[in-house]
């Protein structure tokens, strides 16, 4: 299940998961929330393993793209963030960044508010390399990193 607030990109990854013969669908959550969300089975993962440097930066695309952030707003200072609950998915992560060679901020917890939430920023050093090497397939956030290259 993979939920985001831009329609478009949802339905794209169901529609590249329909390629694999795989079943998706597509929703959106509630009445009044812009949440769209596809839904998939998991069996689809099982059996594979991240091991080549391409498979890490192909991973590292998805969760960013899932779970990353660049600025909304043109003209904002550049930024390019990874957040997640599961600070043993993001160390994970991170890791698989650094192995390509993009330089990370330490993993912290940016509001006491939410003890279980945790963040890493990209350093302002590797965002070049960050938009060539990982990139995105999200429209919004491929934008702003097409405009760092």
């Not at 329609?7 to 590249?16: G, L, M, P, Q």
């Not at 390629?19 to 998991?42: D, M, Q």
């Not at 695309?61 to 390019?80: H, L, N, Q, T, W």
């Not at 590797?126 to 990193?145: E, N, Q, T, W």
Request: hydrophobic residues 35%; positive net charge.
């Amino acid at each position: 299940r993979i939920g985001q607030k831009e329609e478009e990109y949802v339905r794209w990854i169901a529609d590249e998961l329909r390629k694999t013969g795989c079943k998706a669908w597509v929703y959106r959550e509630g009445t009044e929330r812009n949440l769209y969300i596809v839904e998939f089975s998991k069996s689809l993962l099982s059996g594979f393993e991240i091991t080549t440097l391409d498979d890490k930066a192909d991973y590292a695309r998805g969760y960013f793209d899932a779970e990353g952030s660049v600025p909304k707003k043109p003209g904002s200072r550049m930024y390019i963030y990874f957040c997640q609950k599961d600070k043993t998915d993001l160390e994970e992560v991170r890791a698989f960044l650094e192995e390509l060679g993009i330089v990370c901020g330490e993993i912290h917890n940016p509001t006491f508010k939410e003890p279980d939430y945790w963040r890493f920023f990209v350093s302002c050093k590797s965002y070049k390399d960050f938009a060539l090497k990982i990139g995105s397939r999200h429209p919004r956030k491929r934008k702003v990193l097409e405009m760092v290259i």
